[in-house]
């Protein structure tokens, strides 16, 4: 499996960005898609997640109102809105896969993509 997120960049605190994260290979592995952040001198931390099938959503408590997942199953494709953007988002962000369903913890994803840079400025 392979997982390739884009769209991040920079913009200003209030600001909305959309996060996009899309699998390859053998998705049929795939039960749940996750994001993860983590910003200079922190843990990666637990932001969504989404099972692939139904469609029912985690989100952690820092985001949620501000932030919605939703998929694209024929694209293999999930996307993270972000509104209401604050200073604090401000992180690298990875998209992330398991077989099994949501879950906050890192260690439980087994794929992960590469980072995408989102900057919030105040």
């Known amino acids: 499996v392979q997982l390739q997120a884009f769209g991040g960049g920079l913009v200003q605190a209030g600001g909305s960005l959309r996060l996009s994260c899309a699998a390859s290979?053998?998705?049929?592995?795939?039960?749940?898609l996750g994001w993860f952040r983590q910003a200079p001198g922190k843990e990666r931390e637990f932001v969504a997640a989404?099972?692939?099938?139904?469609?029912?959503?985690l989100y952690a408590d820092s985001v949620k109102g501000r932030f919605a997942l939703s998929r694209d199953n024929a694209k293999t494709t999930v996307y993270l809105q972000m509104n209401s953007l604050k200073p604090e988002d401000t992180a690298l962000y990875y998209c992330?896969?398991?077989?099994?369903?949501?879950?906050?913890?890192?260690?439980?994803?087994?794929?992960w993509g590469q980072g995408t840079q989102v900057t919030v400025s105040s």
């Open positions: 290979g053998r998705t049929f592995y795939i039960y749940t």
């Open positions: 992330a896969a398991r077989k099994g369903t949501r879950s906050p913890l890192a260690n439980d994803y087994g794929y």
């Open positions: 989404i099972t692939w099938g139904d469609g029912i959503t």
